[in-house]
């Protein structure tokens, strides 16, 4: 069984603080990493996608990669109120008859206060 | 990104009557989409695989005779509830893999089951 294991949170923040979220995931042969932010009644919505192993950066969005560890994190910086949503960690598979096939985490909710 | 389109937005209907959603993929051809179901508090639990021209993958327990995927063209995947119950009522939301392994997502489907 592929688990990908998030804390559900809440995770509060303050205003311009840096939010960060964590991923875990048990599959080693896993290839891709996908960050998604879901807003309450609405369907997910892509912020990042990492591959390879470090940091990848996208404008206040740092996502981090450590395939030894299997652990995968989202940092925000400078949170806004705008950023309070649920947070998702997904995992990719791999090839072959997975391909494309995605398992999500169970969501950290984060508030941004002002 | 990639802009993918779901149809209709809200459906309430009777226990017993069959229920069709619609996914497009507006600027993109897709061999493959993807069928999720999330109920409340919960994560997105894939449903089923939508392959172009052959016949869809289910996930374990999901019941295919149920729940029918017709991938009628490059751009358009539909989901069947059929015969519904309440306890199918819940959000159902695809995507759409677009250059490469990134996954784009409709806005979802809510289907209320009375």
């Known amino acids: 069984q592929k688990e990908v294991e998030q804390n559900s949170g809440p995770l509060s923040v303050p205003e311009g603080a840096i939010a960060s979220l964590n991923c875990t995931y048990s599959?080693?042969?896993?290839?891709?990493f996908f960050w998604y932010r879901q807003y309450s009644g609405k369907s997910p919505e892509l912020i990042m996608f990492?591959?390879?192993?470090g940091d990848k950066e996208d404008g206040r969005f740092t996502a981090q990669l450590n395939k030894a560890s299997q652990y995968v994190s989202l940092l925000i910086r400078d949170s806004q109120p705008s950023d309070s949503a649920t947070y998702l960690c997904?995992?990719?598979?791999?090839?072959?008859?997975?391909?494309?096939?995605?398992?999500f985490g169970q969501g950290t909710i984060l508030t941004v206060h002002p | 990104g990639a802009v993918v389109s779901q149809h209709p937005s809200r459906v309430i209907c009777k226990s017993g009557t069959s229920v069709k959603i619609e996914c497009r993929s507006l600027?993109?051809?897709?061999?493959?989409m993807f069928w999720y179901r999330q109920f409340p508090k919960q994560s997105l639990m894939l449903m089923a695989t939508?392959?172009?021209?052959?016949?869809?993958?289910?996930e374990q327990g999901v019941e295919k005779d149920k729940f029918l995927i017709n991938h009628a063209s490059l751009t358009l995947s539909t989901l069947t509830v059929t015969s519904a119950h309440p306890e199918d009522s819940s959000f159902y939301i695809c995507?759409?893999?677009?250059?490469?392994?990134?996954?784009?997502f409709g806005p979802g489907t809510r289907l209320l089951v009375l």
């Open positions: 995507s759409a893999p677009y250059s490469g392994e990134t996954q784009y």
């Open positions: 599959d080693r042969g896993s290839q891709s």
């Open positions: 990492i591959y390879s192993n």
């Open positions: 997904a995992v990719n598979e791999g090839g072959g008859t997975s391909y494309g096939k995605l398992t």
């Open positions: 600027d993109f051809q897709a061999t493959t």
């Open positions: 939508s392959n172009e021209g052959s016949k869809a993958t289910y």
